[in-house]
């Protein structure tokens, strides 16, 4: 039984040596993303699915910007909703239930100046942490003076991708050296509306 547990042990080790050195090889930074799209055909006779042939490629500064839209977009949904005191919208840039309660919540405690406008979020200090297919971490701050007369402080929004809505806030933290990973490989993903 001893020696069970002492064999237990070392595969963990080895196993976590290996993760170690595996993340330790990747770039954090890198300089391109390929992306590859997959169409869909149809024939008189029957549907089928084929991978499509072309790919693009996209350059840290294109994927910067793509990112600082998605923000723009995700937080003037945010606002919108919150504004408009519509529960139902929020579910289009949450994914989950503790996000969509801090949504509903900050109906109440929110004082608008103005309802707000995509054109007045302003997205700052955006440093990407994380860039998956499935799970995208960014360190950023919003300029909400133009609605709200204030300027967000820094926070790290882990975003998770939705097939209906695209990208959506799923949780929160304080700074970059917290434990999002977490979020994006070994939290439960809700099903939501």
Avoid at 3 to 11: K, P, S
Avoid at 71 to 79: A, D
Avoid at 154 to 168: E, H
Avoid at 178 to 191: G, P
């Amino acid at each position: 039984m001893e020696r069970w547990r002492w064999m237990v042990a070392a595969a963990i080790v080895v196993g976590l040596a290996a993760l170690v050195a595996v993340l330790i090889r990747q770039d954090p930074n890198p300089t391109t993303t390929t992306i590859r799209a997959t169409a869909s055909t149809t024939t008189s006779t029957s549907p089928s699915t084929t991978a499509a042939t072309t790919t693009s490629t996209t350059t840290a500064e294109q994927r910067q910007a793509e990112v600082e839209m998605i923000l723009q977009e995700l937080w003037f949904g945010w606002f919108d909703a919150i504004y408009n005191k519509d529960a139902d919208a929020l579910w289009e840039v949450v994914a989950t239930a503790p996000r969509h309660d801090a949504g509903v919540a900050a109906m109440e405690g929110l004082d608008f100046v103005a309802a707000p406008t995509l054109d007045e979020i302003r997205i700052r200090e955006v440093v990407i942490l994380l860039d998956r297919a499935d799970c995208l971490v960014v360190e950023n701050s919003v300029d909400m003076t133009a609605f709200l007369g204030i300027v967000g402080d820094s926070t790290v929004n882990v975003l998770w991708p939705d097939q209906r809505y695209g990208w959506r806030f799923a949780t929160d933290w304080t700074n970059a050296a917290d434990r999002w990973l977490d979020d994006c490989d070994n939290l439960v993903r809700e099903t939501t509306p």
